[in-house]
């Protein structure tokens, strides 16, 4: 069965630009997560879905940064006005049940790097 | 404040070494403790995780990993090092009412032959 993919792989834009980046989850899986990876730092929690709604978005860093999960799968992350501290790996997790105890699958992320 | 301590940076081990990595969690509620891998280019996949019940937990490609409450620690250990784990090994901490993973800035292992 397929893991968790996320596109595009790499991202380059240019200071200002909109970017969009896609999760599509394990099928069937209630939560997803996205986590920002700073480079050698370890993955921060952004925002979490449970099925289509946004149950926490403490994480994300200002309001340049939004995201979306209309159906309950596949998940978008929308950055506005990239800035260049917004260069980082975004991942996205999907888990089979809400909570923290059970198992989160990782994407391989999408690297951003905002010139 | 719920945080994640990896006090190593950086590891190099010798091939066949045996290895422990350091894990100190501050966490108000009952923790759930995980510890994660990445290999180059690769997402984070699951080494072992630890909710209740024995302290000493099993995982894949022969780590284990012991919770000690008292310490508020959760080390990850193997007897036996292989090239192939040459990675960079997150450890993190979840628990009751929240879903997040807390991750820790990450051990890099490096595998001499």
């Known amino acids: 069965g397929a893991g968790v993919s996320q596109s595009p792989r790499y991202k380059v834009a240019k200071r200002g630009q909109d970017v969009a980046l896609r999760c599509d989850p394990i099928?069937?899986?209630?939560?997803l997560f996205w986590y920002q990876q700073a480079l050698g730092q370890g993955p921060e929690f952004l925002t979490y879905?449970?099925?289509?709604?946004?149950?926490?978005k403490s994480g994300l860093p200002s309001d340049r940064f939004f995201a979306e999960r209309p159906e309950g799968s596949v998940s978008t992350l929308k950055i506005q006005r990239t800035q260049q501290e917004d260069s980082a790996v975004y991942l996205c997790?999907?888990?089979?049940?809400?909570?923290?105890?059970?198992?989160?699958?990782f994407g391989p992320g999408t690297r951003l790097t905002v010139l | 404040a719920q945080s994640v301590t990896q006090p190593d940076i950086h590891i190099t081990v010798s091939e066949g070494a045996s290895l422990e990595l350091r894990c100190n969690y501050s966490?108000?509620?009952?923790?759930?403790l995980f510890w994660y891998v990445q290999s180059p280019g690769q997402g984070l996949q699951l080494l072992l995780k630890?909710?209740?019940?024995?302290?000493l937990v099993q995982g894949i490609k022969g780590f284990e990993a012991e919770f000690k409450r008292s310490q508020s620690s959760f080390n990850l250990r193997k007897p036996s090092v292989h090239w192939s784990d040459a990675a960079e090994y997150f450890c993190?901490?979840?628990?009751?009412?929240?879903?997040?993973?807390?991750f820790g800035t990450g051990t890099r292992l490096q595998v001499f032959p």
């Open positions: 997790a999907s888990s089979k049940l809400a909570y923290s105890y059970n198992e989160q699958f």
């Open positions: 099928s069937g899986h209630v939560s």
């Open positions: 879905f449970q099925n289509e709604a946004q149950l926490d």
């Open positions: 966490y108000g509620a009952t923790p759930y």
């Open positions: 630890y909710f209740s019940g024995d302290t």
């Open positions: 993190a901490v979840g628990g009751t009412g929240t879903d997040k993973l807390i």
